[in-house]
């Protein structure tokens, strides 16, 4: 985004929360990616697929607690960069916004009616993080990464 990064990385708490390697964040990232980047569940196991997913999620955010990211001023301030980004990038960008969900974190919040079946967002496969893309990162360099 031609800017650069204004994140810090900060301990919190009493450092009584055991430490994770990268190994293991390494490995439950993988899985969450191989997870979804796989083939469409089957007729009626899309609830299963979405709860396990969930787990992963969740699994990975117990691991990072004790760990925050401090923004200098809102996380809001940086979507439209993202979304500059993205759109230059060759994703698709009309018809939603980064919202916040609350609890639920930020997502996409419709800007409009979305027809049953209608392609509405796409994203090219460059900017998407595979596992392939992972390997090749300078995270999986060396064998150190996702294998």
Same mark, same amino acid.
Request: proline share 0%; charged share 35%; net charge negative.
């Given at each position: 985004m031609g800017k650069k990064s204004r994140v810090k990385i900060q301990k919190s708490g009493?450092? &009584?929360t055991p430490v994770v390697t990268p190994k293991e964040m390494m490995n439950l990232i &993988?899985? +969450? +990616?191989?997870k979804c980047s796989s083939a469409a569940p089957s007729a009626g196991k899309e609830w299963e697929e979405y709860t396990q997913i969930r787990g992963l999620?969740?699994?990975i955010?117990?691991?990072q607690k004790?760990?925050?990211i401090l923004f200098d001023g809102s996380r !809001? !301030?940086?979507f439209p960069d993202l979304m500059s980004w993205a759109q230059e990038s060759g994703a698709s960008c009309d018809g939603f916004t980064v919202a916040n969900f609350g609890t639920e974190g930020y997502g996409l919040r419709a800007t409009r009616d979305i027809k049953a079946e209608e392609l509405f967002l796409w994203i090219p496969r460059k900017m998407l993080?595979?596992?392939?893309?992972?390997q090749n990162s300078v995270m999986g360099k060396g064998g150190k990464g996702l294998n």
């Open positions: 009493s450092g &009584a &993988a899985e +969450l +990616l191989q999620v969740e699994k955010r117990k691991k004790g760990m925050s !809001d !301030d940086y993080m595979t596992v392939e893309s992972a």
